[in-house]
Each structure stands twice: as structure tokens, then as C-alpha cells.
């Protein structure tokens, strides 16, 4: 039950655009675990992948606090970008 009011928290804050509260839930929930937006990986395959793989690129999960940083960078564009309503 605990788990299901967690993806219903995540999911309402994700729909709002809130990044950073979601962040910091998670971290304070299951911090071995990253929201979506923090884990990147790079698969064989993928569209674009190749050239990075080639390169010796990796992605992975971000750190705590580059995820943090990046959550707080996402609330800050869709603010900026929400004075501009579309329909």
C-alpha cells in the first residue's frame, strides 16, 4: 500500500511539473533507486547510440546531488516556459 501512495505521489507532482519534491521524495523513500529523469542508459541499437558506444561513453544513474541539480534546473524551464501558456 505504502508503495502504491508513493507512484500516486510521483505521478501528481510529475504531472504538475514539480521535479525537485519528486527527487527528494524518492531520495527519502528508496534512496538506491533515481526518479526516470536520472537514470540514462545507453543501449546497442538505440537511435544515436553507436557513435557514443564507439567513443567509450557511458551513462548510467546520476549522483544525488547532480540529480537534485538537475530537478531544480527542470522546475526553473517549465516556470520560465509556463508564461507562455499554449492550448
Known amino acids: 500500500m505504502r508503495r502504491v ?3 500516486v505521489a510521483v505521478a501528481t507532482l510529475l504531472l504538475a511539473g514539480c521535479y ?3 527527487a527528494d521524495q524518492v531520495k527519502a ?3 538506491d533507486m533515481r526518479p526516470w529523469w536520472c ?3 545507453l543501449m ?3 537511435m544515436g547510440s553507436q557513435w557514443y558506444l564507439d567513443h567509450g561513453h557511458q551513462k548510467g544513474e546520476l549522483s ?3 540529480c537534485l541539480t538537475v530537478s531544480s534546473d527542470f522546475d526553473a ?3 520560465f516556459a509556463l508564461q507562455w501558456p499554449t492550448r
Open 20 to 22: 525537485r519534491p519528486v
Open 77 to 79: 524551464v517549465v516556470t
Open 5 to 7: 501512495a508513493l507512484i
Open 44 to 46: 546497442p541499437g538505440d
Open 29 to 31: 523513500e528508496s534512496p
Open 39 to 41: 537514470n540514462s542508459n
Open 64 to 66: 544525488w546531488d547532480d
